[in-house]
């Protein structure tokens, strides 16, 4: 039973905080709508005019905890989110080395895109080059409350808030014209490319630069020679051609030993006919590709080729000889009559 003491003091602060509305008053954190009180961030006053007010829910509230429940979710692959209607996506040709994109949210909690290597770009128009993600990127999209929020509902309509990002890409299509501004994609998950697919994750995680990536693609997806991958040349300031080639003889190599890396046969493709060619022009540069076929048994250099039948030499110009070859597709054997060969590198 509740004494008659304690009724009275409830019903006296009753009164107290009853007095404080009718007086215009609000608790702490609160804020006074023509004599009521709200929340400010989880509700709105709008004034009717007359001294009448109505308290409504502020619907970035929502997004709010949305935001809190989603801040720590992992990133999805672009492809996913387009297809799913999460996001949208507006792409550009920004030349041969990368890609620009816009992509804004539609849905009212924050977004984490993902962009792997792989993801593939073919172009709209036809007499352009498809493009390739090299480089994996990752993207936050980052929802607002109140009025920069971008999803459409019928008391606000969706915004313009996009978030730009330029992706590393390389073209699938030597021949064909270099991308421009006024070039749009579409964006696929991958180029179902067998060869490419084993390749793409390598060149990540090799960290390579652009001219022994873009080298090392063409290789795959246009069987190019020596003389084809002359096709990329370097510019001069005002944008004319100077003519000079960006992939040479030690771009090519690099690309032969990625693509090598990759678990693909590269005595398959039409650049192993230039690989003397390749080999002549990498003399003396200590990162020349000695680690695999393209030379076998020779390193271009101080230390001079090996006699024949014998392997090496090895970093002390020693070398050796051992009771069998190898066996096909691998590597070797090492001074210590070892063989090896590289596996495809996980993308996960």
Same mark, same amino acid.
């Given at each position: 039973?509740?004494?008659?003491?304690?009724? !009275?003091?409830?019903?006296?602060?009753?009164?107290?905080?009853?007095?404080? !509305?009718?007086?215009?008053?609000?608790?702490?954190? #609160?804020?006074? &709508? &023509?004599? /009521?009180?709200?929340?400010?961030?989880?509700?709105?006053?709008? $004034?009717?005019?007359?001294?009448?007010?109505?308290?409504?829910? *502020?619907?970035?509230?929502?997004?709010? !905890?949305?935001?809190?429940? *989603?801040?720590?979710?992992?990133?999805? /692959?672009?492809?996913?989110?387009?297809?799913?209607?999460?996001?949208?996506?507006?792409?550009?040709?920004?030349?041969?080395?990368?890609?620009?994109?816009?992509?804004?949210? $539609?849905?009212?909690?924050?977004? $984490?895109?993902?962009?792997?290597?792989?993801?593939?770009?073919?172009?709209?128009?036809?007499?352009?080059?498809?493009?390739?993600?090299?480089?994996?990127?990752?993207?936050?999209?980052?929802?607002?409350?109140?009025?920069?929020?971008?999803?459409?509902?019928?008391?606000?309509?969706?915004?313009?808030?996009?978030?730009?990002? /330029?992706?590393?890409?390389?073209?699938? /299509? #030597?021949?064909?014209?270099?991308?421009?501004?006024?070039?749009?994609?579409?964006?696929?998950?991958?180029?179902?490319?067998?060869?490419?697919?084993?390749?793409?994750?390598?060149?990540?995680?090799?960290?390579?630069?652009?001219?022994?990536?873009?080298?090392?693609?063409?290789?795959?997806?246009?069987?190019?020679?020596?003389?084809?991958?002359?096709?990329?040349?370097?510019?001069?300031?005002?944008?004319?051609?100077?003519?000079?080639?960006?992939? *040479?003889?030690?771009?090519?190599?690099?690309? #032969?030993?990625?693509?090598?890396?990759?678990?693909?046969?590269?005595?398959?493709?039409?650049?192993?006919?230039?690989?003397?060619?390749?080999?002549?022009?990498?003399?003396?540069?200590?990162?020349?590709?000695?680690?695999?076929?393209?030379?076998?048994?020779?390193?271009?250099?101080?230390?001079?080729?090996?006699?024949?039948?014998?392997?090496?030499?090895?970093? *002390? &110009?020693?070398?050796?000889?051992?009771?069998? $070859?190898?066996?096909?597709?691998?590597?070797?054997?090492?001074?210590?009559?070892?063989?090896?060969?590289?596996?495809?590198?996980?993308?996960?």
């Amino acid at each position: 039973m509740i004494s008659e003491g304690t009724k !009275l003091i409830v019903y006296f602060v009753l009164f107290l905080f009853c007095a404080g !509305l009718a007086e215009g008053k609000c608790q702490d954190g #609160m804020l006074d &709508c &023509c004599g /009521n009180c709200y929340h400010p961030g989880l509700e709105d006053c709008i $004034k009717l005019g007359g001294g009448v007010c109505k308290i409504v829910k *502020n619907p970035a509230s929502d997004i709010q !905890l949305s935001n809190t429940q *989603n801040k720590n979710a992992e990133a999805e /692959n672009i492809y996913d989110l387009i297809n799913e209607g999460k996001i949208e996506v507006k792409t550009e040709g920004a030349g041969i080395s990368k890609l620009s994109l816009k992509i804004k949210p $539609k849905v009212d909690f924050n977004i $984490k895109v993902s962009i792997p290597p792989g993801t593939f770009f073919p172009a709209k128009r036809g007499s352009s080059q498809n493009m390739v993600s090299t480089r994996a990127v990752t993207v936050e999209l980052e929802v607002k409350p109140g009025l920069e929020v971008t999803v459409e509902r019928e008391d606000q309509p969706a915004g313009e808030h996009w978030t730009e990002v /330029n992706v590393p890409v390389a073209c699938t /299509n #030597m021949h064909k014209a270099i991308p421009g501004s006024s070039d749009t994609f579409e964006i696929e998950r991958s180029p179902n490319q067998e060869e490419l697919d084993k390749l793409l994750p390598v060149l990540d995680a090799e960290n390579s630069a652009y001219p022994v990536m873009q080298a090392a693609i063409w290789i795959i997806t246009d069987d190019a020679t020596y003389d084809d991958l002359g096709t990329l040349v370097s510019k001069l300031p005002d944008g004319s051609k100077d003519g000079a080639r960006l992939i *040479n003889e030690y771009e090519a190599s690099e690309a #032969m030993k990625l693509i090598e890396m990759a678990g693909i046969d590269i005595q398959s493709k039409a650049i192993w006919a230039d690989r003397d060619r390749i080999r002549e022009g990498n003399k003396g540069k200590p990162t020349v590709y000695d680690e695999g076929t393209l030379h076998p048994g020779e390193i271009p250099g101080p230390c001079g080729p090996c006699p024949e039948g014998s392997n090496g030499p090895d970093e *002390n &110009c020693s070398c050796w000889t051992c009771e069998s $070859k190898c066996p096909e597709g691998w590597q070797g054997p090492n001074e210590k009559c070892e063989c090896w060969r590289w596996e495809p590198v996980n993308s996960n």
